[in-house]
Structure formats: C-alpha cells, structure tokens
Antibody
Framework: QLQLQESGPGLVKPSETLSLSCSVS??????????WGWIRQPPGKGLEWIGTIYYSGSTYYNPSLKSRLTISVDTSKNQFSLNLNSVTAADTAVYYC???????????????????WGQGTLVTVSS | SYELTQPLSVSVALGQTARITCGGNNIGSKIVYWYQQKPGQAPVLVIY???NRPSGIPERFSGSNSGNTATLTISRAQAGDEADYYCQVWDSSTVVFGGGTKLTVL
C-alpha cells in the first residue's frame, strides 16, 4: 500500500517561492505503473489540480499555473517536488500529493484517477 | 478549457437515493471519476471509470455516464455519506475537477 507524505514550509511570503516535497513509501516512485500529482484546495473551496509527473520526468501542468510552476522527481530519494514561484494570497491552500495509476486506452497512456493521497499540508501566503 | 458543472448542494432523506450530477460537453465520451471528501480529510475515490467501485466502497455507490451528464448515485443514504463529492476527468492533457457538491443527509 503506497503512502505519501507532504513536507515543506507552512508559511511563505508574497512574491516568494512555495516549495513542497512528497515522500513516497511502500513502493517505488520509478514504477511505470504510476504518475504522481499535486492538488490543492483553498480554504472552504473545491479541488484544483496543479500538475502531474511521470518518473521519466514527463510533466502535465495546469495551464493557469504553468508559467509559475515546476514539478520534478528525485528517484534517489523516492520523492517528487513542487515549486510555485511569485506566490500571492490566492495560493493559500491545503496542498495534497497523490498517486495516479497509469491508464492506457485509445492508443495512449495518461494519468487516471488519484488513488493514494497524502494527508495534505496547509500553506499560507502572508507577510 | 474543459469545464465540469456540479450542483452546489444536494439534500437527501435518510435511507433515500441521492443523485449528484456532473455536466460537461460530451462527457459521455470521457472517463469520469468520483471522490468523496469529508471535513479535514483527503478525498477518497468512490467511483472510477464511470461506474466501477474500488474495493471497500459500498455497493450503495454507483455511477453512470452518458451524453452530457455523469451521475453519482448513492442508494439508501446514510448519515456517514454526508460529505463533499467531486467529479474528475482527464481532458487535453489536463486533469479537470468539478466544483464539488455538498451532500446533506436529512
């Protein structure tokens, strides 16, 4: 059973970079079976997909965040990371990392649902 | 960009059937997933690939998808089903979530 755990600062100043890591246990991040994703949820609001990465480094980003976003994978540490720069108060949210089983259909493969989730970590953007 | 539309709230009497819709342009041609989220917890998958239940999810949860609407149906609603529910699809190399529906069990 995969387990995921987010880590990183709970408070980030406006205009700075939000950096989070997700440690994966119970399986290898290099598995071809999974993609790895980030999702966030502003207080009292719905889920927003941030981006997804494959162990090979292939990435899919939310177009609305793409210009500020970098997601990377570190296979040696069995973790993946999120960097979101130039943050504002609108980036205040609970940030989740999650595993996403690879789905292949119609001649291509892509992330399916989010199966295993971290507990989430609240990141507040404030001076 | 693709959009998914869910009602903000749905109410159901205890023991009755709740239906939560997820509207999208020709959503019937896409694969839909549904999540349940209770306060202070991470979401939990309750339906995958339109109508399949993960292990551990009661048979009372079912899904369908056709035309422009996908539906999550919860039969014999229980107090413990009270939660927020989100639909999700994969479209044009992006993940799209619906805005979420708060289910109240009366």
């Amino acid at each position: 059973q995969l387990q995921l755990q987010e880590s990183g600062p709970g408070l980030v100043k406006p205009s700075e970079t939000l950096s989070l890591s997700c440690s994966v246990s119970g399986g290898s991040i290099s598995s071809s079976t999974y993609y790895w994703g980030w999702i966030r949820q502003p207080p009292g609001k719905g889920l927003e997909w941030i981006g997804t990465i494959y162990y090979s480094g292939s990435t899919y980003y939310n177009p609305s965040l793409k210009s500020r976003l970098t997601i990377s994978v570190d296979t040696s540490k069995n973790q993946f990371s999120l960097n979101l720069n130039s943050v504002t108060a609108a980036d205040t949210a609970v940030y989740y990392c999650a595993s996403s089983p690879k789905y292949c259909g119609g001649g291509s493969c892509y992330p399916g649902y989010f199966q295993h989730w971290g507990q989430g970590t609240l990141v507040t953007v404030s001076s | 960009s693709y959009e998914l539309t869910q009602p903000l709230s749905v109410s159901v009497a205890l023991g009755q059937t709740a239906r939560i819709t997820c509207g999208g342009n020709n959503i019937g041609s896409k694969i839909v997933y549904w999540y349940q989220q209770k306060p202070g917890q991470a979401p939990v998958l309750v339906i995958y690939r339109d109508s399949n239940r993960p292990s551990g999810i009661p048979e009372r949860f079912s899904g369908s998808n056709s035309g422009n609407t996908a539906t999550l149906t919860i039969s014999r609603a229980q107090a413990g089903d009270e939660a927020d529910y989100y639909c999700q699809v994969w479209d044009s190399s992006t993940v799209v979530f619906g805005g979420g529906t708060k289910l109240t069990v009366l």
